[in-house]
């Protein structure tokens, strides 16, 4: 179980490496900012520019961590987001100063640490060429408060596909790939991140994080 808990934590982090999003924008975001489905496709060629992200309240992101970790609680979660994305027509794509922030504090029993101290838990990932960077910092005996954070600072060429199974967004640069869910609303393009709230495996997906950008 700890093995479990632990790799979900590592994937976490590292997948904040890899998220498309922006960070860094102080504007609050559109009404519309996790009003979608949990994906609903749509035509996503043209300039983006990102104008602000939110996340769920704090009661779903518990609901969400309890299923790993009994009794686990989300005291704090931040995410914010700015920069612009072209889609081309041809299948490329060109992202300019895209740039993801996000922050959360957590705290769960030490059985769900992935060692016998909480700081086991500890992880801390740096991109030089890029500037992106995730961590995670534990401390706590008998109980892990454990903050993670991550800045991404995407500005790349590559290709991409959009509309697949479960309305994937695919990313493909220089040196990572990317896949999210998305959603082209209203004239709105959301970028989704989602996770389960229920034990059950036929549950639908909640929208936890959501970066809301216009066509330019």
Not at 11 to 39: D, E, H, I, K, R
Not at 151 to 157: D, G, H, P, V
Request: hydrophobic share 35%.
């Amino acid at each position: 179980m700890r093995d479990t808990i632990a790799a979900w934590k590592r994937a976490f982090v590292l997948a904040g490496l890899a998220l498309l999003g922006c960070g860094g924008g102080s504007a609050p975001p559109p009404a519309s900012c996790l009003q979608v489905s949990y994906a609903c496709g749509g035509d996503i060629t043209g300039t983006w520019r990102f104008l602000g992200a939110c996340t769920a309240d704090l009661a779903r992101w518990t609901t969400s961590e309890q299923l790993r970790c009994a009794g686990a609680s989300v005291s704090s979660v931040g995410f914010s987001v700015s920069g612009s994305i072209t889609f081309n027509a041809d299948l490329t794509y060109t992202a300019r100063g895209w740039q993801t922030n996000y922050d959360e504090t957590r705290t769960t029993d030490l059985s769900c640490a992935s060692g016998t101290t909480c700081a086991d838990d500890n992880l801390s990932v740096n991109d030089t060429s890029s500037g992106s960077a995730s961590k995670v910092t534990c401390t706590g005996t008998t109980a892990c408060t454990c903050r993670t954070s991550y800045l991404t600072a995407i500005s790349e060429s590559g290709t991409y596909t959009a509309g697949g199974g479960d309305f994937g967004l695919t990313l493909v640069g220089a040196t990572t790939s990317r896949l999210l869910s998305y959603c082209v609303q209203d004239g709105l393009l959301h970028v989704i991140q989602t996770a389960p709230t229920a034990a059950d495996p036929s549950a639908p997906l909640m929208v936890m994080t959501d970066a809301v950008a216009e066509r330019m």
